[in-house]
C-alpha cells in the first residue's frame, strides 16, 4: 500500500467512524424533520422514534414499559431528545401541560432507554426561556447564567421546573454524556406558515414591543446545531443556539408580513392579551442570549443571521 493510499484509507476510517446509529424522539414534528435531514446528510443512520406510523421505532414516550419493549435488542450510539406535544403556536399556559410532561417524565423514560440501547451520548432540546421568563435586561445571557431559577408564580414555575428537569436528566444520568442545546424561537419551514392565514385574515393582533426582544433561530440552522452538538458537544455542556439579531414579538410578525405581502398584525395594548397567558408572557420578556461557546466549541454558526434573511430564503423568488 503506498503513502497516499494509506492516507486516503485513514481518511476513510475517521470519517467512517463518525457515522453513528442515532434514535430521535420527535423525529416527525417541525424541528424533528429537520433534524432528521440534517443528521441523515452528514453520514448518520437515523431511526425515529414516535407514535406515528413513519417511525423506525413505535412508541409513546410517556408509557415507559411500551417504549423500554419497543427498544428492546436495538442498538444506538446517540439518542436525542427533540419530542414535543405541540401542534401550533402555545397560547395558553395550558397549552404547555404535555410538553411539560415529556421534559419531565418522558426524558426520564427516554434515558432509560437510552441505557439499555447502549447509547453513549443523549442530547436534548432546550430552550433559553429556561433562564426564566420576564425582563433580564440588555446584556445578552451565556450559559453560565444560573439556568431553571424558581418561576414568579406557580404556573411558570411548572413550565421552568419542566425545563430544569429535563437539563439535570440529560447531564446527571451516570454512563451518558448529557448535551443541551438551548434554542430561541423557531421559525421557518414548517413552522412561519402556521402564522399566513392568520396575517391574511388580520386575525393575529400583536402588542407593540417597547424595546422587548427575544432570540430566534431557523429551523435549518437549528438542526445544524443539532447535527454539531452530536459530533462535537461536550459531555455535559449546554450551548445557547440563536442567530445574531434579536427580535420583539410584533417586529418578527411584521417581518413575516412583509416578507409574504400580507397585511401587518393589528396593535392591541398588551393587557388585552392576558387571558392568552402563555403568550402574555413571552411577548412581555425581554431576553437576548449568546451564541459564542456553540461557535467556539460546536463549530456552529447561523447560516440565517437574521429574521429577514432566514424568510426571505422561504419566499419563492418569482412571488
Given at each position: 500500500?503506498?503513502t497516499i493510499?494509506k492516507?486516503?484509507?485513514?481518511?476513510?476510517?475517521?470519517?467512517?467512524?463518525k457515522?453513528?446509529?442515532?434514535?430521535?424522539?420527535g423525529?416527525?414534528?417541525?424541528?424533528?424533520?429537520?433534524v432528521?435531514?440534517?443528521?441523515t446528510?452528514?453520514?448518520?443512520?437515523?431511526?425515529?422514534?414516535?407514535?406515528?406510523?413513519?417511525?423506525g421505532?413505535?412508541?409513546?414516550?410517556?408509557?415507559?414499559?411500551?417504549?423500554?419493549?419497543?427498544?428492546d435488542g436495538?442498538?444506538?450510539d446517540?439518542?436525542?431528545?427533540?419530542?414535543?406535544?405541540?401542534?401550533?403556536?402555545?397560547?395558553?399556559?395550558?397549552?404547555?401541560?404535555a410538553?411539560?410532561?415529556?421534559?419531565?417524565?418522558?426524558?426520564?423514560?427516554l434515558?432509560?432507554?437510552?441505557?439499555?440501547t447502549?447509547?453513549?451520548?443523549?442530547?436534548v432540546?432546550?430552550?433559553?426561556?429556561g433562564?426564566?421568563?420576564g425582563?433580564?435586561?440588555?446584556?445578552?445571557l451565556?450559559?453560565?447564567?444560573?439556568?431553571?431559577?424558581?418561576?414568579?408564580t406557580a404556573?411558570?414555575?411548572?413550565?421552568?421546573?419542566?425545563?430544569?428537569?429535563?437539563?439535570?436528566?440529560?447531564f446527571?444520568?451516570?454512563?451518558?454524556?448529557?448535551?443541551?442545546?438551548?434554542?430561541?424561537?423557531?421559525?421557518?419551514p414548517?413552522?412561519?406558515e402556521?402564522?399566513?392565514?392568520?396575517?391574511?385574515?388580520?386575525q393575529?393582533?400583536?402588542?407593540?414591543?417597547?424595546g422587548?426582544?427575544l432570540?430566534?433561530?431557523?429551523?435549518t440552522d437549528?438542526?445544524?446545531?443539532?447535527?454539531?452538538?452530536?459530533?462535537?458537544?461536550?459531555p455535559?455542556?449546554?450551548?445557547?443556539?440563536?442567530?445574531?439579531?434579536?427580535?420583539?414579538?410584533r417586529?418578527h410578525v411584521?417581518?413575516?408580513?412583509?416578507?409574504?405581502g400580507?397585511?401587518?398584525?393589528?396593535?392591541?395594548?398588551?393587557?388585552?392579551?392576558?387571558?392568552?397567558?402563555?403568550?402574555h408572557?413571552v411577548?412581555?420578556?425581554?431576553?437576548?442570549?449568546?451564541?459564542?461557546?456553540?461557535?467556539?466549541?460546536?463549530?456552529?454558526t447561523?447560516?440565517?443571521?437574521?429574521?429577514r434573511e432566514?424568510?426571505?430564503?422561504?419566499?419563492?423568488?418569482?412571488r
Open positions: 500500500m503506498t493510499q492516507d486516503q484509507k485513514d481518511q476513510k476510517d475517521h470519517r467512517d467512524q457515522k453513528q446509529s442515532i434514535l430521535l424522539a423525529a416527525s414534528g417541525v424541528l424533528g424533520r429537520h432528521a435531514h440534517a443528521l446528510g452528514a453520514g448518520h443512520k437515523v431511526t425515529g422514534l414516535g407514535r406515528g406510523p413513519d417511525n421505532v413505535r412508541a409513546d414516550l410517556g408509557d415507559r414499559d411500551a417504549l423500554l419493549r419497543a427498544i436495538r442498538h444506538f446517540t439518542v436525542i431528545h427533540a419530542a414535543t406535544a405541540l401542534r401550533k403556536p402555545p397560547v395558553r399556559d395550558r397549552d404547555m401541560y410538553t411539560d410532561a415529556l421534559r419531565t417524565e418522558g426524558t426520564a423514560h434515558v432509560e432507554a437510552a441505557r439499555l447502549g447509547a453513549r451520548r443523549f442530547v432540546e432546550s430552550m433559553v426561556f433562564y426564566g421568563f425582563d433580564h435586561g440588555d446584556r445578552p451565556t450559559e453560565d447564567t444560573p439556568f431553571g431559577p424558581r418561576g414568579r404556573r411558570l414555575e411548572r413550565h421552568i421546573a419542566a425545563m430544569r428537569t429535563k437539563e439535570r436528566l440529560a446527571d444520568s451516570e454512563g451518558l454524556e448529557g448535551v443541551a442545546l438551548r434554542f430561541g424561537l423557531f421559525y421557518g414548517g413552522g412561519t402556521a402564522l399566513l392565514p392568520l396575517l391574511r385574515k388580520r393575529l393582533p400583536m402588542p407593540a414591543d417597547h422587548r426582544v432570540p430566534w433561530v431557523e429551523l437549528a438542526a445544524r446545531a443539532v447535527a454539531a452538538a452530536v459530533e462535537r458537544g461536550r455535559g455542556r449546554a450551548y445557547n443556539i440563536a442567530d445574531g439579531t434579536p427580535l420583539g414579538f417586529a411584521e417581518t413575516v408580513a412583509m416578507a409574504f400580507l397585511p401587518k398584525p393589528m396593535t392591541v395594548p398588551l393587557w388585552l392579551m392576558r387571558p392568552m397567558s402563555y403568550a408572557t411577548m412581555a420578556s425581554r431576553l437576548r442570549v449568546s451564541s459564542a461557546r456553540a461557535d467556539h466549541e460546536l463549530g456552529w447561523p447560516r440565517y443571521p437574521s429574521t432566514g424568510l426571505d430564503a422561504m419566499v419563492p423568488a418569482d
